[in-house]
């Protein structure tokens, strides 16, 4: 199940058209965007939670993981038409073009440090989304601090 569709991509921009036979995306590509950004999103957060993260059991959590899909695939689709559109004498300095996806990297990077939590999302193990042997089997650390162990 993808996070995002191809026309919820497509409501990021002004009258975009993946279907039209004079798209410069075409509906295939993006969904192909679309599968590499959750399997990004996934490789990522999947650290932390479960995933993937679906609608139904995990309602709030699926709308920001939607949001970063939706984010990440529009970045690549607009840099492919700036690419195709754009003649150089067009191009205004000083324009700052916004990159979502950078946005979007930086999200998933606090939601795995823990800055950011997916409230509704399962975690990974019960130690707040951390994995290791002691944590998972409930082990004693062997080293202590203030203790002279050597």
Request: charged letters at 25%; hydrophobic letters at 40%.
């Amino acid at each position: 199940m993808a996070y995002s569709t191809t026309d919820q991509v497509a409501s990021e921009f002004k009258s975009i058209d993946f279907g039209a036979a004079s798209s410069v995306v075409v509906t295939a590509e993006v969904t192909r965007f679309i599968e590499e950004a959750d399997a990004e999103i996934d490789s990522q957060i999947g650290q932390k939670y479960v995933v993937p993260i679906d609608s139904t059991n995990h309602p709030e959590s699926f709308k920001i993981v939607r949001m970063l899909s939706i984010w990440l695939v529009a970045d690549r689709v607009r840099q492919i038409m700036e690419m195709k559109n754009i003649a150089p004498e067009a191009i205004e300095q000083g324009v700052r073009v916004p990159n979502s996806a950078k946005m979007a990297r930086e999200m998933i990077k606090k939601i795995v440090q823990g800055k950011m939590t997916l409230s509704d999302a399962e975690l990974v193990s019960a130690a707040n989304g951390v994995r290791s042997f002691s944590v998972d089997n409930s082990e004693e650390h062997t080293f202590q601090k203030n203790v002279d162990q050597w």
